[in-house]
């Protein structure tokens, strides 16, 4: 696309995930990512808990993403943030939600894609002795799906990070359980230790992409996106309107135009079983 051709992007990023991000942006837009060894991504927060997270995903993203611009003095920036956690409407799955946001300071325009999936390796427990560490490590493909171990889940004292084979994780192991008395083992959900992960960002990339490359059909503007998603889908016994969404507004980020589009599933009408009023 002409607007991002030759231009440079700044990672605000520490964990690798240029490994997937750069190549995309590069063969898809023409634009060359950069990184900038400034950049400390762990005070907006941290997986292993040290920080907590005070900003929304949506807030931090654009909190890293101009940090990012200013350290590297660079007009575009990009960011990826995950949340981790139980699925907001799928009860007793877990799931990972991955959101990227793509700021251009020259044409003041912002994209953003999200992805949601339930195939995470999100989790932790107590170890109570080598064994259980063993099992773990299998469970989790240790070492290359990384370990973190701390003395417990929460208000620990220390985070044992980045052991490379089973002997150094052994070692942390027995150094916790000698100090602390006790062992909580999570996954590392840092990208460059999540291929799981890395994964979903490569996924979510591609949908930032394809949604830049959608132009608003009056001025040309990339990132011509859903703005709303207006309910109302009508039940197909009773021909009532559901919660369901209906249609989606599209609507661009320079000119006036907006416009109304049915469901990409090309569904029109919605199960009695979601209807308040067939079944209440
Ligand atoms: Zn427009
Ligand atoms: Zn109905």
Redesign the pocket.
Known sequence: MQLFTGRKVVLASMHGKEAVIAPLLKKELGIQLILNEQMNTDRFGTFSGEIDRTLSPMETLRQKCLEGMKLAKCELGIATEGSFGAHPFLLGLSAHEEIILLIDQKNELEFMAKCLVTETNFQGRELPDLHALMAFVDEVQFPNQGIILKDQSANFYQAYKDARTVDELRHQFETCQQTYGSVYAETDMRAMRNPTRMKVIQEVCEKLIEKMKVT?P??Q?PGFDVVEQVPGLPCSLCCMPTDSIRLERFA?Q??Q?SEEKPRKDHRTCEDPMFCSFCNP
Request: aromatic share 0%; glycine share 0%.
């Open positions: 608003c009056t001025c503007t661009c320079k000119c135009h």
